[in-house]
């Protein structure tokens, strides 16, 4: 399998600045293909700073780009002097081919299979340049963005399951593996009553045999992180006689 990676950027941009754990309800998927992803680094800090989810990948693989949700594939052809590689055939979605000179437009018949090819990087602020195109072609894809399923947010609190972060309003919050995965059945339940028993099962499986005071001891340590108080809960409620619940 080609080598590949996700670039993941916590930098944020200036006109769209998001505080500490701000939380993207929606977002574009964009995938870019660059044997030298680091002459990038300004756009995808850019397009992850506006919400936009990025993959990079070093080398075209067609098998696992068709497994992916695409909505914007962007190719990187600014090195080499080799054959520009026409639009991969699989991907329906629109697609930005980026050159390092405008004569590789005219030279090389592949670039006419995108939907768009820019010059980067182009003036001071190249990024300025780009992100304007990469918006219209977005747009105009007819594509919404999809849901964020790996982060869930409930009042104050912002969950990413992905990342194993919490944030508390601006607040990181540092749990356990034992109290994020409780917290995360309860989110999981959204509100669904919850025996303590049924929580050891979700979390350490029908196989272990603790005692459920376990159970108490975690969500005690989790309310406590959490600033929630058990008579007046924000999070976790508890139901008397039975166990817990996510509070409304």
């Known amino acids: 399998m080609q080598q590949q990676f996700r670039e993941e950027v916590s930098v944020r941009s200036n006109d769209a600045d998001l505080p500490i754990g ?11 293909i660059s044997p030298f992803p680091h002459a990038l ?8 700073a506006k919400c936009y989810d990025v993959l990079v ?3 075209l693989d067609e098998q696992a780009l068709a497994a992916l ?3 914007l594939l962007i190719m990187d052809a600014t090195y080499g002097t080799s054959q520009l590689r026409s639009r991969p055939a699989a991907i329906t979605a ?8 405008t004569e590789q437009l005219s030279e090389q018949q592949a670039a006419s299979s995108y939907d768009e090819s820019l010059v980067w990087p182009a003036g001071s602020a190249p990024a300025d340049a780009v992100l304007p195109r990469i918006q219209s072609l977005l747009s105009g894809s007819g594509r919404q963005p999809e849901e964020r399923s790996d982060q869930v947010q409930r009042k104050d609190l912002v969950v990413d399951f992905k990342k194993m972060s919490v944030h508390l309003g601006n607040a990181r919050v540092d749990l356990t593996k034992t109290e994020f995965d409780l ?6 339940t959204n509100g669904t009553v919850l025996s303590r028993q049924e929580m050891m099962d979700r979390i350490w499986g029908d196989q272990y045999f603790g005692g459920s005071n376990t159970v108490d001891v ?7 992180k959490l600033k929630d108080n058990p008579k007046a809960p924000q999070y976790i409620e508890t139901v008397r006689g039975v166990g817990y619940r996510l509070a409304d």
Do not use: G, M, Q, W
């Open 218 to 224: 975690h969500v005690k340590s989790l309310r406590h």
């Open 22 to 32: 701000a939380y993207c309800e929606t977002t574009h998927s964009i995938v870019i």
């Open 69 to 71: 949700r695409i909505d």
């Open 41 to 48: 680094h300004e756009l995808v800090r850019e397009l992850t």
């Open 94 to 101: 629109p697609a930005l081919l980026l050159v390092k000179r």
């Open 183 to 188: 917290l995360r059945v309860l989110l999981e």
């Open 57 to 59: 990948f070093h080398h």
